[in-house]
């Protein structure tokens, strides 16, 4: 038998694949595609970095229009969807709603090509996504309008309000950092399937379901509960108390990021900005400030996109149990690239484990255990 490798817990530090999609470095830098996300945060939109993400390169204009418009079209939901999301008990989590009508949609759909499935999968989970919670609210299901943009449609099915310029734009921002980003676990979990070439419907469920974790995606809904809870001047007692503990505070520390995430420093700009215009803005961000400070003072550890993407969508009005959903609907896109990028070089991961259990155990029948 050729011999084991034994890698570090988690594979950390371990380059399993090769990737063109994104890439994350501990000195702090994000690029997509080439492009570094301060450039995109600034000069793009979200159906322009979806484009790149999937397809490799910045559209010309009309095919940009071209893949909005498919993402717009694709948007409708089979009436059996929102039946099936009805049946959940109302204190479900949104994310087994979604992961399980993802995984419906599967079954629904007879599309040709890859990218057909792509595109639907990516606009019907921005649906799925806010009707998770009106479903468990027996609410009235909202539906997509075909005049506003992506991430504006998006802000209007969840606040159920159009809105402002501005809260949109700081929005999509949120969603651009949450698109992409590198081997994480719900990405690595996708191409995992993928490798055993089962489809995309399958994939992006299994990618859902790694995302729910509280070590992952869940990140971002623990990160509120403490928020709303502190003052300003309980932020340091709170983090010492937590790390007497042994606790690890969510919204903080990062497997690359070891001095500061990117998308953490732009989104807190974009908090500072939102906070002076909303109702509990200002209470919210110095929370934040204090409890970034403590962190830093007594652990080193700076704070990731979680622990400032959850304010922003706290103040923007969208229940707090809908942030890791929003992550998953933005995400998807890094997953399809990811999907698809597996697929170009494809190998079966397959990887082996070192038996620490019994052997040779004897056999003894049932009737004299
Ligand atoms: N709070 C307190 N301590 C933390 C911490 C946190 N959020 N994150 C890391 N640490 C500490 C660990 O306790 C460990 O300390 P030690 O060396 O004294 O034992 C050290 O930092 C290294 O942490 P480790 O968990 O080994 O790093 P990792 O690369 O495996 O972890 C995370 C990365 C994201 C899993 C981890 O930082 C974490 O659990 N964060 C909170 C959850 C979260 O916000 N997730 C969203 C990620 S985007």
């Given at each position: 038998m050729a011999e084991q490798i034994r890698v570090p817990k988690g594979l950390a530090g371990v380059a399993v694949t090769e990737t063109s999609i994104s890439k994350s470095d501990p000195s702090g830098q994000l690029i997509y595609r080439g492009y570094p996300i301060e450039v995109l945060a600034e000069k793009s939109n979200f159906e322009e970095v979806a484009f790149l993400i999937l397809?490799?390169?910045?559209?010309?204009?009309?095919?940009?229009?071209?893949?909005?418009?498919?993402?717009?079209?694709?948007?409708?939901?089979?009436?059996?969807?929102?039946?099936?999301?009805?049946?959940?008990?109302?204190?479900?989590?949104?994310?087994?709603?979604?992961?399980?009508?993802?995984?419906?949609?599967?079954?629904?759909?007879?599309?040709?090509?890859?990218?057909s499935k792509q595109i639907s999968i990516a606009a019907k989970l921005a649906v799925i996504v806010p009707n998770?919670?009106?479903?468990?609210?027996?609410h009235e299901f909202v539906k997509p309008r075909e005049d506003l943009s992506y991430a504006e449609n998006m802000l209007y099915m969840l606040t159920s309000k159009i809105p402002e310029k501005e809260d949109a734009w700081i929005f999509e921002r949120e969603l651009i950092f949450y698109m992409e980003h590198d081997l994480n676990a719900s990405s690595f979990t996708v191409r995992v399937v993928a490798s055993t070439l089962s489809d995309p419907y399958s994939s992006v469920t299994a990618g859902l379901a790694a995302l729910k974790g509280p070590l992952h995606g869940g990140a971002n809904e623990e990160v509120m509960e403490y928020i709303l809870r502190l003052r300003p001047e309980d932020a340091e007692n709170f983090v010492r108390e937590e790390l007497k503990a042994g606790r690890k505070i969510m919204g903080f520390g990062h497997r690359v990021y070891k001095k500061f995430d990117p998308r953490?420093?732009?989104?807190?700009?974009?908090?500072?900005?939102?906070?002076?215009?909303?109702?509990d803005g200002e209470r919210i961000y110095k929370v934040c400030d204090m409890l970034e400070k403590a962190v830093w003072a007594l652990k080193q550890i700076p704070p990731n996109l979680d622990f400032y993407a959850a304010p922003i969508f706290y103040l923007?009005?969208?229940?707090?149990?809908?942030?890791?959903?929003?992550?998953?609907s933005s995400r998807v896109f890094g997953w399809l690239a990811h999907y698809s990028e597996q697929l170009e070089e494809n190998k079966l991961f397959r990887p082996d484990a070192i038996y620490v259990g019994k052997k040779d155990l004897k056999y003894i029948p049932i009737e004299t255990r």
């Open positions: 397809k490799g390169y910045l559209p010309k204009k009309y095919e940009l229009e071209e893949f909005s418009s498919k993402l717009q079209r694709e948007m409708r939901l089979d009436e059996r969807i929102y039946t099936l999301m009805k049946l959940f008990p109302p204190n479900s989590d949104p994310m087994d709603v979604i992961r399980t009508a993802v995984s419906f949609i599967g079954s629904l759909e007879r599309k040709d090509s890859l990218e998770s919670h009106r479903a468990l609210l027996n953490a420093v732009l989104s807190k700009k974009y908090l500072e900005l939102l906070a002076r215009k909303k109702r923007l009005g969208i229940p707090v149990s809908l942030n890791t959903p929003i992550f998953a």
